[in-house]
């Protein structure tokens, strides 16, 4: 017998450092589920990836369980480490906060493949360098 879905929802969550306060806690605590329950799980899968920023796809069914998909990083997190930029510019026309090279874009690009809406890597690597404009990044090459 298939599990009942009462809610999904999407939240975005440092790999490895999850903590019961907002959004998590709360997110998951008005439909019952047990916070410390999914903060150490989340925390125990995502160790691996501390520093990153995953976007999080959360199941929660009529019994109170759950389950979790991780995504890949976010495109601007990616961008930015990359570029070695503490954050995005605030005025990315004018004011650059970093640089990267074609080839750190087609890496990020493969890393990406699989959420981003492409057909193809050339078409992934246009997305992520709109992406990188607007945060006031470079592309080199």
């Known amino acids: 017998m298939a599990k009942i879905i009462k809610k999904i929802f999407k939240l975005n969550i440092p790999a490895g450092t999850a903590n019961p306060a907002p959004p998590i806690g709360p997110a998951l ?17 995502t160790k691996a990836q501390i520093g990153s920023i995953l976007p999080t ?11 979790f998909k991780l995504k890949t990083p976010l495109s601007s997190d990616l961008l930015r480490k990359a ?9 990315p026309n004018k004011q650059k906060v970093g640089q990267i090279t074609d080839a750190q874009l087609t890496e990020i690009a493969q ?3 699989v959420d981003l809406n492409a057909d193809d890597l050339e078409a992934a690597k246009k997305i992520l360098a709109g992406t990188a404009r607007n945060m006031g990044i470079e592309i080199k090459g």
């Open 83 to 91: 570029a070695g930029a503490a954050k995005g510019s605030g005025v």
């Open 111 to 113: 890393i990406k493949m």
């Open 29 to 45: 605590g008005q439909h019952g589920v047990n916070i410390g329950q999914f903060v150490s799980q989340f925390n125990e899968v």
């Open 57 to 67: 796809e959360i199941t929660v069914y009529e019994d109170r369980t759950f389950e």
